[in-house]
């Protein structure tokens, strides 16, 4: 599975973005999807994730409310649209997914999945 991520960008706090990932490939063969970030320094935090077929999303705490999860499976695209966004969501965004389901909140932890796109950046001004 190959992944494009797209949609980032430079954008004033409170304002919205909306990140799009794209599966080409072996489209049919993942299971779990998973919105990553890294900052400067920082390690990879899991931002969002969800399965293929639906059900519960899981979000890191402080996304919530803020960030939503969705996906177009006839696009074999995943969404994360992000609103209120601050400069701490300042980060490279980066789309993964997994072959396999994985037990709840688990699809938050980057080392479970096995294909990753590229990284948009997303930038956010005070």
């Known amino acids: 599975v190959q992944l494009q991520a797209s949609g980032g960008g430079l954008v004033q706090a409170g304002g919205s973005l909306r990140l799009s990932c794209t599966a080409s490939g072996r489209t049919f063969s993942y299971y779990t999807l998973g919105w990553f970030r890294q900052a400067p320094g920082k390690e990879r935090e899991g931002v969002s994730c969800g399965g293929r077929r639906g059900g519960t999303t899981y979000y890191t705490d402080s996304v919530k409310g803020r960030f939503t999860i969705s996906r177009d499976n006839a696009k074999n695209t995943v969404y994360l649209q992000m609103n209120s966004l601050r400069p701490e969501d300042t980060a490279v965004y980066y789309c993964?997914?997994?072959?396999?389901?994985?037990?709840?909140?688990?699809?938050?932890?980057?080392?479970?999945?096995?294909?990753w796109g590229q990284g948009t950046q997303v930038t956010v001004s005070s």
């Open positions: 993964a997914v997994r072959t396999h389901r994985v037990p709840g909140s688990t699809c938050l932890n980057s080392g479970v999945y096995e294909n």
